[in-house]
């Protein structure tokens, strides 16, 4: 069963699915341009690949990414994946003198749901702490 490969998403289709949400999920595309770009939407560490039956879920695509199906959801072949991201970049380790404010403001929000920048703060935590 496929879950979402975009970091901060919690989407699997065993609990949010088409019958219960209206969430589809759509597998890696084969153009080696598109694909890097949504591999670099998951938020995931550079070298992160996908295998061949991970996806992204339809929450992170525009309404205009699908074609006008009657009975499924199929993307264009040139949709990417723009809504529900968040890009985390983590602040330089060697500067232990970085603020609060200063780790939030690395935080980019590219959210439509206006998801609580507390969670963006437990990520940072989460990536300077290692």
Known sequence: MPSCSVIICKNRSAVVNYKSHG???????K???IKKQWIS???RAPDWWPLEKN??????FDEICFQPLQKSRRLY???LPTLKLRHVFAPALSNPES???SKLESV???????SSIIEGE????SVTHV
């Not at 969430?23 to 890696?28: A, E, G, Q, S």
């Not at 980019?108 to 206006?114: A, D, F, L, P, S």
């Open 23 to 29: 969430v589809t999920y759509h597998l890696f595309p």
């Open 31 to 33: 153009d080696p341009n």
């Open 41 to 43: 939407a998951t938020g």
């Open 55 to 60: 996806a992204i879920c339809s929450s992170h």
């Open 77 to 79: 072949e040139w949709a």
């Open 99 to 101: 603020t609060r404010e």
């Open 108 to 114: 980019v929000h590219n959210n439509e749901t206006g």
């Open 122 to 125: 437990a990520m940072l935590r």
